[in-house]
């Protein structure tokens, strides 16, 4: 039997996470819950409207302003670095399988490095905007990890394209079309714009919804 290489276990391993993911957090049933909302707990992918780029993180530092781990977007639909689960704000979790309201605020962290989306006064490399980043050790960050979503409904619907509004500086998640060189060429320079405009809209694609679990008595908060 031929021997698997780096590359390929890399990918065994994310797939097994994702499996994990599936099997810890998919038990449904007891109430029923519109299956076309965005849930707590949730995993996905957010795909950029305007350039349909997905938001993306490695562990790859940025070389310049806060040498955090850098977000980007990303062109591929399939790699799995582009997975984020949606979760509580650190002093109001949400309740596993509940459906993320409109105006909200929430986490947004990277599921293979455990980082969450980040932003603060530093300058983006490309475009001069503000700086997004990827901060924190298995969840755990600072204030500045929260997001307010942004969208015209109740609550957080799947097919709606949303925008992310950073609760501690007032920006916007966007994406200009500014690309990287070495060593993540052709990725795409993601930060935070002042204001509103077609660059900010997001929408969900690929993910796994959580439900919430028939158990009464466990509260599984994120």
Same mark, same amino acid.
């Given at each position: &039997?031929?021997?698997?290489? &780096?590359?390929? @276990?890399?990918?065994?391993? +994310?797939?097994?996470?994702?499996? @994990? %993911? #599936?099997?810890?957090?998919?038990? #449904? ?8 909302? +965005?849930?707590? *707990? ?10 349909? $780029?997905? @938001?993306? !993180? ?7 302003? !806060?040498?955090?781990?850098? $977000?980007?977007? +990303? ?8 997975? /984020?689960?949606? =979760? ?26 455990? =980082?969450? @989306? ?24 600072? !204030? ?11 609550? /957080? ?6 925008? %992310? ?15 990287? *060189? ?7 320079? $993601?930060?935070? &714009? ?13 993910? +796994? ?14």
């Amino acid at each position: &039997m031929r021997a698997l290489t &780096m590359g390929q @276990l890399k990918v065994t391993a +994310v797939l097994l996470d994702l499996v @994990l %993911f #599936c099997v810890m957090f998919t038990q #449904c049933g007891g109430r029923d819950v519109d299956s076309s909302y +965005v849930t707590c *707990g949730s995993l996905v992918k957010l795909m950029n409207t305007r350039h349909s $780029v997905r @938001l993306h !993180s490695h562990d790859v530092k940025y070389g310049s302003g !806060s040498g955090q781990q850098s $977000v980007t977007g +990303v062109d591929l639909a399939d790699d799995a670095n582009s997975y /984020w689960r949606i =979760r509580g704000k650190p002093d109001e979790p949400c309740q596993r399988g509940v459906p993320i309201q409109c105006g909200q605020a929430i986490r947004i962290t990277h599921m293979k490095t455990g =980082r969450n @989306l980040h932003s603060h006064h530093f300058t983006s490399p490309l475009s001069s905007n503000q700086e997004v980043s990827a901060f924190g050790e298995d969840g755990e960050g600072d !204030s500045l990890d929260v997001w307010i979503v942004q969208c015209s409904a109740t609550f /957080w619907e799947r097919d709606d394209a949303v925008r %992310f509004k950073h609760a501690g500086t007032e920006v916007f998640l966007s994406v200009t079309g500014e690309q990287y *060189g070495h060593p993540i060429r052709g990725q795409r320079e $993601v930060h935070g &714009m002042p204001s509103p405009n077609h660059h900010n809209y997001w929408k969900v694609m690929e993910g +796994v919804f959580i439900q919430p679990s028939s158990d009464p008595m466990r509260h599984d908060e994120l």
